[in-house]
């Protein structure tokens, strides 16, 4: 019998209560579709880093060629650093084949969370810090953001690559 492979998926999508708010974002699609196929370990990097439930937001902000994770509050503290290191450890201690992230987060979303250049303008074209750590380290890893997983084509091809990998 095949053991089966693992894969990560944002822990509020799998209904844990650990959004900024104090909420969860509980996709019955990924439940219904994924746990009796794959070892799922819930991750929120968020609270993984030290951050409380509920918390101020965060957000992506550029300094100079950089993007930061800065919280909102005074006084502003970076939490860059401390991603990038949780996303490494993440990854060394957890041998996943594919990965599911909440779309959005300044964490964990790819190519569409608010980010705000250098005059204080916001876009809506920024990678969390957590999946641009995963996608640097494991370029070739499946991810799939949890906005694409209504639509079956992108959940199967995601599922394929995960098997593949």
Same mark, same amino acid.
């Given at each position: 019998?095949?053991?089966?492979?693992?894969?990560?998926?944002?822990?509020?999508?799998?209904?844990?209560?650990?959004?900024?708010?104090?909420?969860?974002?509980?996709?019955?699609?990924?439940?219904?579709?994924?746990?009796?196929?794959?070892?799922?370990?819930?991750?929120?990097?968020?609270?993984?880093?030290?951050?409380?439930?509920?918390? %101020?937001?965060?957000?992506?902000?550029?300094? $100079?060629?950089? !993007?930061?994770?800065? *919280?909102?509050? &005074?006084?502003?503290?970076? #939490?860059?650093?401390?991603?990038?290191?949780?996303?490494?450890?993440?990854?060394?201690?957890?041998?996943?084949?594919?990965?599911?992230?909440?779309?959005?987060?300044?964490?964990?979303?790819?190519?569409?969370?608010?980010?705000?250049? %250098?005059?204080?303008?916001?876009?809506?074209? $920024?990678?969390? !810090?957590?999946?641009? *750590?995963?996608? &640097?380290?494991?370029?070739? #890893?499946?991810?799939?953001?949890?906005?694409?997983?209504?639509?079956?084509?992108?959940?199967?091809?995601?599922?394929?690559?995960?098997?593949?990998?």
């Amino acid at each position: 019998m095949d053991q089966k492979k693992s894969i990560a998926i944002s822990a509020c999508l799998l209904g844990y209560k650990v959004r900024y708010d104090g909420a969860q974002q509980r996709n019955d699609i990924i439940i219904k579709q994924l746990v009796d196929r794959f070892n799922i370990i819930a991750v929120c990097p968020e609270v993984e880093i030290g951050l409380s439930v509920p918390r %101020e937001k965060i957000e992506l902000h550029q300094r $100079g060629m950089e !993007i930061q994770l800065l *919280t909102t509050g &005074q006084p502003v503290i970076g #939490l860059t650093e401390k991603m990038i290191g949780y996303a490494n450890t993440f990854l060394k201690n957890h041998q996943i084949s594919g990965v599911i992230l909440k779309d959005k987060s300044p964490s964990c979303g790819v190519e569409n969370c608010k980010q705000y250049d %250098e005059s204080g303008n916001m876009q809506r074209n $920024g990678t969390g !810090i957590f999946a641009a *750590t995963i996608m &640097q380290l494991k370029p070739d #890893l499946p991810m799939l953001q949890s906005n694409l997983v209504t639509q079956p084509s992108d959940l199967n091809r995601f599922i394929q690559k995960v098997h593949e990998y």
